[in-house]
C-alpha cells in the first residue's frame, strides 16, 4: 500500500517551453501533497505545500508563477513548470500524505527534467 | 535551512558488515524519519521514530533517537549489496508540517 506515481518519469523539453509533471497517490487519498526538488547529489529541497481545493504554499524563493501547482482532488496534484530555461534542469519529487502533520509522507519515483 | 546533518557524507563496506549513519538536528523535532534513495529514483520510507520514542527496529533496522544530544543513528545489520543507495534522515518540527531533510549519507556494500 502506499504507493505514489509521478508521470512522467523523464522529460526533455526546449527552453521557454511549459512542462507538467503529475503526482498521484494509487491507494489512498491524500489531503496534502508536497512538491521537491533535488539537484545533483545534494537533498531534497521542499519547493511547496499543496492542500486539495486550495492554494498552494510556496517556500521561500520559490516562484509561484513559474511552478504551478494544482491539486485538483485527493489523489491527484500537479506541477508545471512554466517557461522552462537550463537552470530548471532537476529532479522533481512529489509526495503525498495520507494524515495529518507528522504523519508518514510517501514518495513518488521522481521525474528528471532536461531544459535544453 | 537543512536541519538535519548526517554523517558520515560517504561510507564504504564489505558485504555482511554493519553500517551506522547518524543524523544530528538543531530544533525540538515531532518524529524523525530515515528514508532511502537507489541513484536517479524516489525515497523509500523506511523507519518512523517520534520524539517519545528511544528505540526502533524494522528487519535489519534499527533506529536510535535521543532526545537530549538531537541526534539519531540508523544502524542496518548484515548489510548487503542491495543496499548501496543514499539515506536521508527527515524531521518535522512544532505544529510545522514541513519535512526538513538532512544531507544524506552514501552508502556503498561492496559484495
Known amino acids: 500500500g502506499a504507493v505514489v506515481s509521478q508521470h512522467p518519469s523523464r522529460v526533455i523539453c526546449k527552453s521557454g517551453t511549459s512542462v507538467k509533471i503529475e503526482c498521484r497517490s494509487l491507494d489512498f487519498q491524500a489531503t496534502t501533497m508536497f512538491w521537491y526538488r533535488q539537484f545533483p547529489k545534494q537533498s531534497l529541497m521542499l519547493m511547496a505545500t499543496s492542500n486539495e481545493g486550495s492554494k498552494a504554499t510556496y517556500e521561500q524563493g520559490v516562484e509561484k508563477d513559474k511552478f504551478l501547482i494544482n491539486h485538483a482532488s485527493l489523489t491527484l496534484s500537479t506541477l508545471t513548470v512554466t517557461s522552462a530555461h537550463p537552470e530548471d534542469s532537476s529532479f522533481y519529487i512529489c509526495?503525498?500524505?495520507?494524515?495529518?502533520?507528522?504523519?508518514?509522507?510517501?514518495f513518488g519515483p521522481g521525474t528528471r527534467l532536461t531544459v535544453l | 535551512s537543512q536541519q538535519g546533518e548526517e554523517d558520515p557524507q560517504a561510507l564504504s563496506i564489505q558485504e555482511g558488515e554493519n553500517a551506522t549513519m547518524n543524523c544530528s538536528y538543531k530544533t525540538s523535532i515531532n518524529n524523525l524519519q530515515w528514508y532511502r534513495q537507489n541513484s536517479g529514483r524516489g525515497l523509500v520510507h523506511l523507519i518512523l521514530?517520534?520524539?517519545?520514542?528511544r528505540e526502533k527496529h524494522s528487519g535489519r533496522l534499527r533506529v536510535t533517537l535521543d532526545t537530549s544530544k538531537k541526534s539519531s543513528s540508523l544502524l542496518i545489520t548484515a548489510s548487503r549489496a542491495a543496499d548501496t543507495a543514499s539515506y536521508f534522515c527527515?524531521?518535522?518540527?512544532?505544529?510545522?508540517?514541513?519535512?526538513?531533510f538532512g544531507k544524506g549519507t552514501k552508502l556503498t556494500v561492496n559484495p
Open positions: 527527515a524531521s518535522t518540527q512544532g505544529g510545522s508540517e514541513k519535512l526538513v
Open positions: 509526495s503525498a500524505r495520507p494524515g495529518g502533520p507528522g504523519d508518514t509522507q510517501y
Open positions: 521514530i517520534r520524539s517519545n520514542e
